[in-house]
């Protein structure tokens, strides 16, 4: 038996641990919310999905002054490397479920690929996806169809602009292209090639409806085919528009600024200004590959350039 100085001291004690245990700070949990938004596009579900993110050197990226570039991020509490996000869209209008893309896949490292878990964690199964729609064949944007050289949606048929096919698909380009070109054709075919030859790649080969409420329309430069989509439901609409922009901060006021990543940067530029006005004067919603996720909003002229109006954060009623 303890004494009642014992059985005191001992309940001191006790009491003095458990309330350290009681103000012990929670754990860390260091992860994110998976990387999913949805919203309606009149009757259609769209749900916007994260692939990751990317650092991106845009400073030795962009068309002009370096520290042009890294002054204007800067100002929009940016920096360099910038990360930058790579989205995807998944468009279900009742009848067919389509895919806008696919991210990176294993292309460009651990901070891409993440779209198949997200997908999931939205409530789909790949095999669940009926038609995939390639903006371009950029390993960024072809990367996920493909998992150690098997198809990741195998009830899926892939569609593209010809152009980008007959582009990056092509050995007798690939052999001529710089050394530090050739990547983009190896991922191109590594991740469209195991489609082709399931029958699975259909080529885009001029504008018009693929599905029902949703169309292809070519705007050229940024690659060979660079193929935008519009998504259309009981007179609302939403254009995904891939890569027609990459760095928002700099390229929303000075639309002419192009970046390296283009094939064409007359063309790119031509096809961004030609978009954004029509979208502009006419207020659509407008999604972008690279634009910060969840990449949705509109888009309003001011000055030479362009104000950027995220779309504001919505519940699904």
Known sequence: MLNPLKRTLFAIAAATALASAAHAAAPMVKSPSP???RLMVGDFEVTPISDGTVDLP????????????????????????????????LVNTGSKLVLVDTGAGALFGPTLGKLLQNLKAAGYQPEQVDEIYITHMHG????????????????????????????????????????????FFQGAMASINPYVKAGKFKAIEGNGELV?????????????????????????????????????????????????????????????????DDAAKKGYLVGGAHLQFPGLGHLQTQGKGYRWVPLNYTQMR
């Open 58 to 89: 845009v400073d030795q990226l962009l068309h002009q002054k370096p520290e042009q570039t890294r002054a204007t991020l800067e100002k929009n509490f940016l920096k360099v490397p910038l990360e930058t996000s790579d989205n995807a869209f």
């Open 35 to 37: 990387g999913f938004f």
């Open 140 to 183: 960024d944007h072809v990367g996920g169809l493909v998992h150690d050289g098997e198809r990741v949606f195998p009830n899926a048929v892939v569609r593209a602009g010809k152009a980008d096919a007959d582009f990056w698909l092509s050995q007798a380009n690939m052999d001529k292209a710089p050394a530090d070109k050739k990547g």
């Open 212 to 276: 029902p409420g949703i169309s292809a329309v070519a705007e050229h430069g940024h690659t060979p085919g660079h193929t935008t989509y519009m998504i259309e439901s009981r007179g609302q609409k939403l254009l995904l528009m891939g890569d027609l922009i990459h760095v928002a901060a700099v390229q929303m006021d000075n639309p002419q600024v192009t970046i390296g990543f283009d094939s064409d940067e007359k063309a790119a530029y031509a096809a961004r200004k030609q978009v954004f």
